[in-house]
């Protein structure tokens, strides 16, 4: 019977060398935050000067 | 007509023929002696510049008479690669044995001075030491930081799942970036006024935080941002030895029940040994010259100068030419020496094994 782990892909769900759902997400989120710097330097490329530069940092601002 | 090599054999050293290349060589070295020793730099420069043209006239009409056409066709990249790399090489570090500066035209032979200057001096040798410590320090905090998130990006990345590729891209997109477009980005993030970390920061303790306020701060930053941009490249050499890792010896482990751990360390660890080893000294050679981030992020301050940085600062702000290039040896001194060292412990490590 599976586990639970099992069951979100966080163990092994196939074969050897081969990831399940929950790894393929772990990854996602990890890549996702170490792109996240990058992601910023092209959104505040798109910016002007003022807003890039304002005291309440770009990305939080509504 | 046959384009194998032919052999013939080497005239006498002091025969004046075109194809003597030993005699170009040995006229080669002592006129340009003479020339640095007795005439001024610019005139020394083309005599030393006149005998390398005479030296390498004297190679290809050798390789010419005896029909070696591979080494005439690679002399071209073997000439560029004299020009930009050896050539300069050679010349800093003829100057490091002079009294010269770059905005006096005078040039006197010193001998060891420079060396003995940089490394005992009363006021050059105690900064060159700290900068010393600080190259050190940096060398092992980014190091370390590259290869542990670089080995875990790798784990992460060696199995294969969906978007795999899509992933990798974004994870390796830091290293692909300029230095100075990251270190500035970085000094944004950082700015206690509008960077985003001071902000959230503020925001969790209630006060205001600074992070390169001291230079406990100021190495985190700087080492972060390191560490961000080149994990990416540690995780790639790791990657190619876990991916090569034969998928059968952990489908007999499997079979055997042999633990995970055990699985890493006996079928894992073996096949990437090398490359974690490669890496380390990729990485390590790199940040040794670490000068792009320190300044871009704070300009040398928080006593965060590196011995790059110091380099910079003698041979460019303050003109002392060729004390930068004898600080400069030294320090290429001492990477070859740990470099060397690795490799050793490296082989010593594949015979054992």
Same mark, same amino acid.
Do not use: C
């Given at each position: 019977?599976?586990?639970?782990?099992?069951?979100?892909?966080?163990?092994?769900?196939?074969?050897?060398?081969?990831?399940?759902?929950?790894?393929?997400?772990?990854?996602?989120?990890?890549?996702?935050?170490?792109?996240?710097?990058?992601?910023?330097?092209?959104?505040?490329?798109?910016?002007?000067?003022?807003?890039?530069?304002?005291?309440?940092?770009?990305?939080?601002?509504? | 007509?046959?384009?194998?090599?032919?052999? &013939?054999?080497?005239?006498?050293?002091?025969?004046?023929?075109?194809?003597?290349?030993?005699?170009?060589?040995?006229? *080669?070295?002592?006129?340009?002696?003479?020339?640095?020793?007795?005439?001024?730099?610019? &005139?020394?420069? *083309?005599?030393?510049?006149?005998?390398?043209? &005479?030296?390498?006239?004297?190679?290809?009409?050798?390789?010419?008479?005896?029909? #070696? =056409?591979?080494?005439?066709? $690679?002399?071209?990249?073997?000439? $560029?690669?004299?020009?930009?790399?050896?050539?300069?090489?050679?010349?800093?570090?003829?100057?490091?044995?002079?009294?010269?500066? %770059?905005?006096?035209?005078?040039?006197?032979?010193? *001998?060891?001075?420079?060396?003995?200057?940089?490394?005992?001096?009363?006021?050059?040798?105690?900064?060159?030491?700290?900068?010393?410590?600080?190259?050190?320090?940096?060398?092992?905090?980014?190091?370390?930081?590259?290869?542990?998130?670089?080995?875990?990006?790798? !784990?992460?990345?060696?199995?294969?799942?969906?978007?795999?590729?899509?992933?990798?891209?974004? $994870?390796?997109?830091?290293? !692909?970036?300029?230095?100075?477009?990251?270190?500035?980005?970085? %000094?944004? #993030?950082?700015?206690?006024?509008?960077?985003?970390?001071?902000?959230?920061?503020?925001?969790?303790?209630?006060?205001?935080?600074?992070?390169?306020?001291?230079?406990?701060?100021?190495?985190?930053?700087?080492?972060?941002?390191?560490?961000?941009?080149?994990?990416?490249?540690?995780?790639?050499?790791?990657?190619?030895?876990? $991916?090569?890792?034969?998928? =059968?010896?952990?489908?007999?482990?499997?079979?055997?029940?042999?633990?995970?751990?055990?699985?890493?360390?006996?079928?894992?660890?073996? #096949?990437?040994?090398?490359?974690?080893?490669?890496?380390?000294?990729?990485?390590?050679?790199?940040?040794?010259?670490?000068?792009?981030?320190?300044?871009?992020?704070?300009? *040398?301050?928080?006593?965060?100068?590196?011995?790059?940085?110091?380099?910079?600062?003698?041979?460019?702000?303050?003109?002392?030419?060729?004390?930068?290039?004898?600080?400069?040896?030294?320090?290429?001194?001492?990477?070859?020496?740990?470099?060397?060292? =690795?490799?050793?412990?490296?082989?010593?490590?594949?015979?054992?094994?």
């Amino acid at each position: 019977m599976a586990t639970l782990a099992e069951k979100f892909g966080l163990r092994k769900a196939s074969g050897v060398g081969e990831a399940g759902w929950g790894h393929t997400l772990i990854v996602a989120l990890v890549s996702l935050i170490y792109f996240l710097p990058v992601l910023m330097i092209i959104f505040t490329a798109f910016k002007p000067s003022a807003q890039a530069l304002s005291v309440l940092p770009a990305p939080l601002q509504k | 007509m046959t384009t194998t090599a032919q052999f &013939l054999p080497a005239p006498p050293l002091l025969s004046p023929v075109a194809h003597n290349w030993k005699l170009a060589l040995l006229a *080669g070295l002592v006129v340009s002696a003479i020339a640095i020793a007795l005439f001024p730099a610019k &005139l020394s420069l *083309g005599i030393v510049g006149a005998m390398a043209a &005479l030296i390498a006239a004297a190679f290809t009409v050798n390789a010419y008479r005896r029909r #070696y =056409y591979g080494g005439l066709l $690679v002399a071209p990249a073997i000439a $560029v690669l004299f020009v930009m790399n050896i050539f300069p090489l050679l010349w800093s570090l003829g100057l490091s044995f002079f009294a010269y500066q %770059s905005n006096n035209q005078s040039i006197r032979f010193v *001998g060891l001075n420079n060396y003995i200057k940089v490394l005992t001096n009363d006021i050059a040798a105690p900064a060159n030491w700290d900068a010393l410590i600080n190259t050190g320090m940096f060398v092992v905090f980014t190091v370390a930081l590259q290869m542990i998130t670089g080995f875990l990006l790798a !784990m992460l990345f060696a199995k294969q799942f969906p978007l795999r590729k899509y992933l990798l891209i974004l $994870v390796l997109t830091p290293m !692909m970036l300029s230095v100075v477009a990251s270190g500035v980005f970085f %000094s944004y #993030y950082y700015d206690p006024t509008f960077g985003i970390l001071s902000y959230v920061m503020g925001e969790i303790t209630g006060n205001q935080f600074i992070l390169m306020d001291n230079k406990v701060g100021a190495v985190a930053g700087i080492v972060l941002t390191d560490a961000w941009m080149w994990a990416p490249f540690v995780m790639l050499l790791v990657l190619a030895g876990l $991916v090569s890792v034969p998928k =059968y010896l952990y489908e007999a482990a499997a079979i055997d029940r042999v633990s995970k751990p055990r699985q890493f360390w006996t079928i894992t660890f073996p #096949y990437i040994r090398g490359l974690l080893m490669l890496a380390l000294l990729f990485r390590t050679i790199e940040a040794f010259k670490l000068y792009d981030l320190v300044y871009i992020l704070i300009r *040398g301050g928080q006593d965060t100068k590196t011995i790059a940085y110091l380099i910079t600062e003698i041979a460019n702000e303050q003109n002392k030419t060729s004390e930068g290039a004898a600080l400069s040896y030294v320090i290429l001194f001492m990477v070859i020496v740990l470099t060397n060292l =690795y490799l050793y412990l490296a082989n010593r490590r594949n015979q054992g094994a």
